[in-house]
């Protein structure tokens, strides 16, 4: 049965609407008690919407990020299926392995990332309670809504416009950095270490690892992101889960949701019951709705839920792409960050070191080729001219459009020598520098080759 059409009155509403869920999918508000409030009372009527018992209040646990959400699920899910497992003092082991799991990590893991549970550890367990409560949710609450007219201005503008930013990046953070961590773990746990993995944690290995995980900072200088992986193989160790720990902490993306970072399927749904107001029962997808605005990446288990707060910092470029030449684009209140220029991912190193700190050595010694890209970038191109230094090989002065110089770079060092053509030009309005084919030897042909034209005209008619 057809229950609505679009009307021009919503027509007109939905791009506010959209805007309204994109600043809340970039919101970089601290998480306060309001908000920890209501996502308490989200997730309990999460999971009894798909018919589950929800995990007691305490075990609604609050963390900093989402690396620490991460690692926190998965070393507390290995802990609950090991006890769950293993017959031995279930009841002291509960207490002191819980505990020790979600508190050690939401307090010790703080530049941490993540790793989730191996698929016996969670398949079952967290699967389950993530896909019942939230789609069965949305499910029951969107039948029969008008899908095509309202979807593109909604659902794909909020994610078009947040997820480059948030959602993906930071889901592919989070899985390389527990991938890196059991990596890691191979060489530092013991087989002992790995295999004896079961129960309670003591308070000073946990405070150990605390101390770990907020005096270190990655050192790797291929790494995107920033957070400390040794001091999460030390806790999984600590905790005596030791590998086991971290491979449940890689399968973690079974058990968890984007939060505000998944605002396009929330701006979609709730289009139509606060703006259409269709004539449908809510009450399910209302636990949802409130979960997508006040927290962030969320994972959710039948033993416990982990919500990681929103970031401390959320910069973006013109066309919404991760974004920034100083520092990480993203970062979270406990220091775990993610860096990237216009959208590519690039090493902390690139984006903390100081532009007029750049060498030649720095830039040719860069292997990636869009790495070296984003570091011209970052400190331009004249200034990277002048370090990689250039040879002016042919000259030409157009009496109508500006001045222009064929220069000559040995752009990686070795003797490979590349033709650039500088540019300033009235057509283009700017001094503008780019590289042009191995064999051009004048201005003239340069000029000809940018604008695929076979005969020379003047630079002011060219486009």
């Given at each position: 049965m057809k229950k609505y059409t679009l009307t021009e009155e919503h027509r007109a509403?939905?791009?506010?609407?959209?805007?309204?869920?994109?600043?809340?999918?970039?919101?970089?508000?601290?998480?306060?008690?309001?908000?920890?409030?209501?996502?308490?009372?989200?997730?309990?009527?999460?999971?009894?919407?798909?018919?589950?018992?929800?995990?007691p209040e305490n075990r609604i646990v609050f963390v900093p990020s989402p690396f620490v959400g991460r690692f926190a699920a998965g070393f507390a899910a290995a802990i609950w299926w090991l006890r769950k497992n293993k017959k031995q003092d279930a009841d002291a082991a509960t207490r002191a392995a819980t505990r020790a799991a979600t508190r050690a990590a939401t307090d010790a893991a703080t530049d941490a990332a993540t790793r989730a549970?191996?698929?016996?550890?969670?398949?079952?367990?967290?699967?389950?309670?993530?896909?019942?409560?939230?789609?069965?949710?949305?499910?029951?609450?969107?039948?029969?809504?008008?899908?095509?007219?309202?979807?593109?201005?909604?659902?794909?503008?909020?994610?078009?416009?947040?997820?480059?930013?948030?959602?993906?990046?930071?889901?592919?953070?989070?899985?390389?950095?527990?991938?890196?961590?059991?990596?890691?773990?191979?060489?530092?746990?013991?087989?002992?270490?790995?295999?004896?993995?079961?129960?309670?944690?003591?308070y000073a290995a946990t405070d150990a690892a605390t101390y770990a995980a907020r005096n270190k900072k990655v050192t790797d200088k291929k790494s995107w992101f920033q957070f400390d992986i040794k001091a999460m193989v030390s806790l999984s160790v600590s905790l005596k889960i030791g590998e086991f720990g971290l491979r449940c902490a890689t399968e973690a993306w079974r058990m968890y949701n984007g939060?505000?970072?998944?605002?396009?399927?929330?701006?979609?749904?709730?289009?139509?019951?606060?703006?259409?107001?269709?004539?449908?029962?809510?009450?399910?997808?209302?636990?949802?709705?409130?979960?997508?605005?006040?927290g962030s990446f969320r994972y959710m288990h039948p033993e416990f839920c982990?919500?990681?707060?929103?970031?401390?910092?959320?910069?973006?470029?013109?066309?919404?792409?991760?974004?920034?030449?100083?520092?990480?684009?993203?970062?979270?209140?406990?220091g775990s960050a993610l860096y990237a220029i216009h959208g590519v991912r690039i090493p902390a190193w690139i984006a903390e070191t100081p532009k007029e700190e750049f060498t030649k050595e720095m830039i040719i010694g860069e292997t990636n080729v869009d790495y070296r890209r984003c570091i011209i970038k970052k400190i331009g191109i004249e200034k990277a001219i002048q370090i990689l230094g250039a040879t002016v090989i042919d000259t030409y002065e157009s009496p109508v459009g500006g001045k222009y110089e064929l220069l000559q770079i040995d752009y990686d060092g070795r003797g490979n020598l590349r033709p650039y053509l500088k540019m300033d030009s009235k057509s283009i309005d700017a001094i503008h520098i780019e590289g042009i084919a191995p064999n051009i030897k004048t201005v003239k042909a340069a000029l000809m080759y940018r604008n695929k034209v076979k005969t020379f005209r003047e630079p002011q008619f060219l486009s």
């Open positions: 509403q939905l791009k506010p609407w959209a805007e309204k869920w994109i600043a809340n999918g970039m919101s970089t508000k601290p998480m306060d008690d309001e908000d920890k409030t209501a996502m308490k009372i989200a997730i309990k009527g999460m999971y009894e919407a798909a018919n589950l018992t929800p995990p549970a191996t698929y016996a550890a969670t398949d079952a367990a967290t699967y389950d309670a993530t896909d019942d409560a939230t789609c069965d949710a949305t499910r029951a609450a969107t039948y029969a809504a008008t899908y095509a007219a309202t979807r593109a201005a909604t659902y794909a503008a909020t994610r078009a416009a947040t997820d480059a930013a948030t959602y993906a990046a930071t889901d592919d953070a989070t899985r390389a950095a527990t991938d890196a961590a059991t990596d890691a773990a191979t060489d530092a746990a013991t087989y002992d270490a790995t295999r004896a993995a079961t129960y309670a944690a003591t939060g505000n970072f998944w605002s396009g399927t929330a701006s979609f749904l709730s289009f139509f019951r606060h703006v259409v107001k269709l004539e449908i029962d809510y009450s399910k997808w209302d636990h949802y709705e409130k979960a997508s605005i006040h982990i919500v990681s707060d929103r970031p401390r910092k959320l910069t973006v470029d013109d066309q919404n792409r991760p974004h920034s030449f100083q520092g990480p684009y993203m970062q979270w209140s406990d």
